[in-house]
C-alpha cells in the first residue's frame, strides 16, 4: 500500500540524530513524527526572518506625508 504523504530520506550525524531520538522520547512521539515537527517550526522561523526583512525594507520607504488616511481607503 503506497503512503499517502511524500516521504524524505535524511541522514543524520550520529550527534544530531541522538538529539532528535532524545526529544522524540520526551515528548513521546516517533523519530519521524518530531522530525516533521522540527522542519515545521525552522520553517516557520524562516518565514518570520523574510517577512522581518520585508517590513524592514518597507519602512526604510515609508513616507507619512505619502500615506492614504482611512477615509481614503475605505
Known amino acids: 500500500m503506497p503512503a499517502k504523504n511524500p516521504r524524505i530520506n535524511v541522514v543524520l ?4 540524530y541522538n ?3 532524545r526529544l522524540a522520547d520526551r515528548d513521546g512521539v ?7 515537527d522540527l522542519v515545521k517550526e525552522a520553517l516557520e522561523i524562516e518565514e518570520d ?3 522581518a526583512h520585508l517590513a524592514e ?8 506625508k505619502k500615506t492614504l488616511k482611512h477615509d481614503e481607503v475605505w
Open 13 to 16: 550525524e550520529k550527534p544530531l
Open 19 to 21: 538529539n532528535v531520538e
Open 30 to 36: 516517533s523519530l519521524s513524527l518530531k522530525v516533521r
Open 49 to 51: 526572518i523574510a517577512l
Open 57 to 64: 525594507t518597507r519602512e526604510k520607504s515609508f513616507h507619512k
